[in-house]
């Protein structure tokens, strides 16, 4: 079976590069028209990213979703083996465990959402005042 997905997947790659193009022939709209137009040449991945990197508020923000990242996939990672080591034969309940934090997880962001999107307080929610 993951052989058929491998060569699926090889074929979609190999489709992938033989059939789409950098950019399209002409511009879908009138702003990418200028984009093209203001681009220069020399612009590279490796100096977007450095640019990327320059930025305090995005190096801020990938500092934080790293913690937040991090935590989450530390606590679910060793979630089972700390459950057991205080409560041994309780697997099915440090699954439940699991279970109840991605789901308080997804109605948290689903809750903050509505109430970000009701409220507009997107900078004062974000910025912690």
């Not at 052989?3 to 074929?11: E, F, K, N, P, S």
């Not at 934080?64 to 990242?69: D, K």
């Not at 099915?92 to 970000?116: D, E, H, P």
Request: aromatic share 12%; charged share 10%; hydrophobic share 50%.
């Amino acid at each position: 079976m993951f052989y058929i997905i491998g060569g699926v997947a090889t074929l979609l790659l190999i489709l992938v590069i033989i059939v789409f193009k950098e950019k399209p022939k002409y511009p879908p709209s009138r702003a990418q028209s200028l984009s093209y137009a203001l681009t220069s040449p020399d612009a590279s991945y490796l100096a977007s990213i450095a640019r990327l990197f320059k930025n305090l508020n995005f190096v801020l923000l990938v500092i934080t979703y790293g913690l937040n990242a991090g935590a989450f996939y530390a606590l679910s990672t060793l979630l089972n083996r700390m459950v057991i080591w205080h409560y041994p034969g309780e697997e099915v309940n440090a699954g439940r465990i699991g279970l109840t934090i991605v789901i308080a997880g997804m109605l948290g962001a689903v809750i903050s959402g509505i109430w970000l999107d009701r409220s507009k307080t997107y900078n004062p929610s974000c910025l912690g005042g």
